[in-house]
Nanobody
């Protein structure tokens, strides 16, 4: 059973940066496509960044040029570097397989961007 633990969120001002981490209980990031999702109350989870097992990366238009996804296979960890944050980036961020989530969701990490 894959377990995911997200961390690194917090409160930041507009234009600030945060680095999120997603630690997995088993080595998954090198064998399947994974991604970062985010969710705000009343809305469906939005996939914002994906990375394939081969290292191919895609971003949602809303974060392109500002967010960078990376991974450390040895540490079984996925990262999301978020720069130039905007209030509309406020959400709970999760990681999971992508584009279809196959594993139990972690608790997520809350990002709040103040204006």
């Amino acid at each position: 059973q894959v377990q995911l633990v997200e961390s690194g969120g917090g409160l930041v001002q507009t234009g600030g940066s945060l680095r999120l981490s997603c630690a997995a209980s088993v080595s998954i990031f090198s064998i399947t496509t994974t991604g970062w999702y985010r969710q705000t109350p009343g809305k469906q989870r939005e996939l914002v960044a994906t990375v394939t097992s081969g290292g191919g990366i895609l971003y949602a238009d809303s974060v392109k040029g500002r967010f960078t996804v990376s991974r450390d296979n040895a540490k079984k960890t996925l990262y999301l570097q978020m720069n130039s944050l905007k209030p509309e980036d406020t959400a709970v961020y999760y990681c999971n397989s992508a584009p279809v989530s196959r594993w139990p969701w972690g608790q997520g990490t809350q990002v709040f961007v103040s204006s």
